[in-house]
């Protein structure tokens, strides 16, 4: 029998299922070794951007069947919309059951507010040039997808996974100077908001800490990404913390036999049975 945690929130971003660079598997050995009360979907989670019909294998099916699951089970999932899921923004404000689609969040912690949102709109890239962040999303997928060989190749040398993608943005001056320009705004708008925690994603860098200035302080924290840094953040016991999937696999847990063989018209039987739990309430 498997054992799961329970927790009372996680929150997961910027998985990119439909890419090259998502690492389901990994995320399904995740979702399959906790039981939480919310699972907070915050941006990115199918790159509608990249999405193409020849690229959308079965490790990423089981992952939306794995939350379908969740969400019939009875685990509130709350999908925030994203820059590469942008499309679903139309459906704001939508329930469907247990799953809710909106743009931001709050929530109270404890009597402390937490703030929830994606962080594409802190992001002058995306939203004064969006051609050239989609080229730039295309190069990327591209850059994981040559990542993924070489990784492959050091395996099986019993060698060190290296990331290429992260070896360049953590070298670069700018780069580093936008992501602490980002941390900073947001900070302190949450700062000037009076929120106790402010929680996003979109830029791939897991992170939590206190950011402080003359008005107040603030817990920045940033759920990272399932493309090269595998993590999730979790809320239990009043205390935030960042699960690393390369560090925190506290138990070998695997697909449920139940998703093994998922097709296509297993998903749909699954919708269906959401959708036909919201008639009857």
């Keep these: 029998m498997k054992i799961k945690r329970k927790i009372e929130i996680a929150v997961i971003s910027d998985v990119h299922l439909g890419t090259y660079g998502c690492h389901a598997k990994h995320l399904l050995t995740y979702l ?7 699972l907070i979907l915050n941006g990115d989670i199918i790159d509608i951007w990249q999405f193409s019909k020849r690229y959308f294998p079965k490790p990423h099916l089981k992952v939306i069947k794995k939350i379908i699951d969740m969400a019939s089970n009875g685990v509130d999932i709350i999908y925030i919309t994203g820059n590469h899921d942008e499309m679903l923004r139309k459906f704001s404000n939508t329930t469907i059951g247990n799953v809710s689609i909106v743009d931001k969040l709050v929530l109270e912690l404890n009597g402390k507010k937490a703030w929830f949102f994606h962080g594409d709109v802190f992001d002058v890239s995306i939203q004064n040039a969006k051609w050239i962040a989609k080229l730039g999303g295309y190069g990327y997928d591209l850059l994981t997808l040559l990542n993924r060989l070489i990784n492959w190749y050091l395996e099986k040398r019993g060698k060190e996974r290296y990331s ?6 953590n070298g670069v001056k700018g780069a580093i100077k936008y992501i602490n320009d980002y941390e900073s705004v947001i900070s302190d708008l949450a700062i000037e908001n009076g929120y106790d925690y402010v929680i996003c994603g979109h830029i791939h860098q897991p992170k939590m800490t206190y950011i402080e200035n003359k008005h107040g302080k603030t817990m920045y924290l940033n759920s990272g990404d399932w493309v090269e840094n595998f993590t999730a953040l979790e ?8 699960y690393n999937y390369n560090n925190d696999k506290f138990a070998p847990f695997y697909l449920d036999e139940d998703i093994e063989n998922l097709e296509i018209k297993d998903l749909i039987a699954a919708i269906t049975i959401v959708e036909q739990h919201k008639k009857k309430e």
């Design 32 to 38: 399959n070794s906790i039981e939480p009360k919310k």
């Design 235 to 242: 809320y239990q016991f009043n205390r935030w913390k960042i």
């Design 164 to 169: 290429l993608s992260k070896k360049i943005k």
